[in-house]
């Protein structure tokens, strides 16, 4: 049977995939808070109360072994016919004028739930209207909705692009990728990027140890562990420390903190999301941060700072607890 991407949220009276669920759910308040309810998004499902049920749409993502993916999964309700996740997933084929390239690339993302091909990064010009700011949906995905209802094999050969401006949503994408994809076939996705055009998917990304001061327009990532709280705000500080280069010789490995201010979170439309993922910071052994942001180096203090606009720009999974 065909794996459940999306669904009919009770709650929000719209089509979702988990990601936008989970991250709906978390940025309400939590005081009287309840779990959503799914329906398939089959229209004849719907109409009978087919009902889907959500895994980890309640959590904050968290950098474990013990932890699945958020994920939907079918209940015993029983489907009508015809109901496109009834369907057998089959092997897919090339198509007419396909070339082996675009063939490779088609296959490799569809071993992914929710493979991300469109990003537009908060504040872009196409991205100013979206999860953030003044609507809660994201309409960029309006193309995966409207392929919701056909077969998941049919959609693979459609030439919409599923896209989102969340990066939990791209960072979730990606590390499934890094999971479920052959090197090699890693290695050959691509990701169109808003304001930047086509890059590969592995380039996008960029560990923080092989950062430096110009390093731009990259999701840059790493481990770190939490310092302290500075009110709604928050202070990191990475395991990998970078090397300061001045007048073409290198100096000694500096640290690297990221500081997220008090301002920063209250200004934030979606900060519940934000306390929800920092409850209890000091009980984790360690967090694994993706920011599109960028470096910048202080002589006073000897350190290297990762400085993002807002949070939209920061994607933060918990590691495991320090008891475990």
């Known amino acids: 049977m065909t794996t459940i991407t999306h669904a009919f949220c009770l709650e929000l009276a719209r089509i979702v995939t988990v990601d936008e669920a989970r991250f709906e759910y978390l940025s309400l308040s939590g005081e009287n808070r309840e779990r959503f309810h799914y329906l398939c ?29 958020p994920h939907f999964r079918k209940s ?18 090339q198509g007419d004028g396909e070339s082996d390239d675009d063939f490779r690339q088609r296959v490799a993302k569809a071993k992914v739930s929710d493979f991300i091909e469109r990003f537009t990064p908060p504040g872009s010009e196409a991205g100013k209207d979206v999860a953030g700011n003044s609507r809660s949906t994201d309409p960029s995905t309006d193309e995966s909705r409207r392929n919701t209802h056909r077969a998941p094999s049919q959609r693979h050969h459609e030439p919409g692009m599923r896209s989102t401006t969340v990066l939990d949503r ?5 590390r499934q990728a890094r999971k479920r994809l052959t090197s090699d076939e890693l290695r050959s ?6 304001g930047m055009g086509q890059i590969r998917l592995v380039d996008y990304f960029k560990p923080l140890r092989f950062c430096s001061l110009e390093t731009r327009q990259r999701v840059i990532f790493g481990g770190a562990r939490f310092i302290r709280r500075w009110g709604k705000g928050v202070e ?6 970078l090397v300061h280069r001045r007048e073409g010789i ?20 979606h900060s519940n999301y934000f306390e929800e ?35 939209k720009s920061l994607s933060l999974l918990r590691g495991p607890d320090k008891e475990q």
């Open 170 to 174: 791209l960072v979730t994408s990606y």
């Open 189 to 194: 996705i691509q990701l169109h990027v808003v």
């Open 250 to 269: 290198e100096r000694e490995h500096y640290p690297v903190t990221l500081y997220v201010s008090p301002r920063l979170v209250e200004e934030a439309r």
């Open 41 to 69: 998004t089959n229209p004849d499902c719907r109409r009978s109360g087919v009902r889907v049920f959500g895994v980890n749409d309640y959590r904050p993502l968290e950098d474990t072994e013990v932890f699945k993916d």
């Open 76 to 93: 015993r309700d029983v489907h009508v016919q015809g109901c496109p996740w009834e369907a057998e997933d089959v092997a897919p084929i």
């Open 277 to 311: 993922i920092l409850k209890e910071p000091e009980k984790r052994r360690y967090f694994t941060i993706y920011a599109l942001g960028h470096l910048t180096f202080s002589a006073e203090h000897e350190s290297f700072s990762l400085v993002v606009d807002d949070l």
């Open 236 to 241: 990191f500080r990475f395991y990998d420390k």
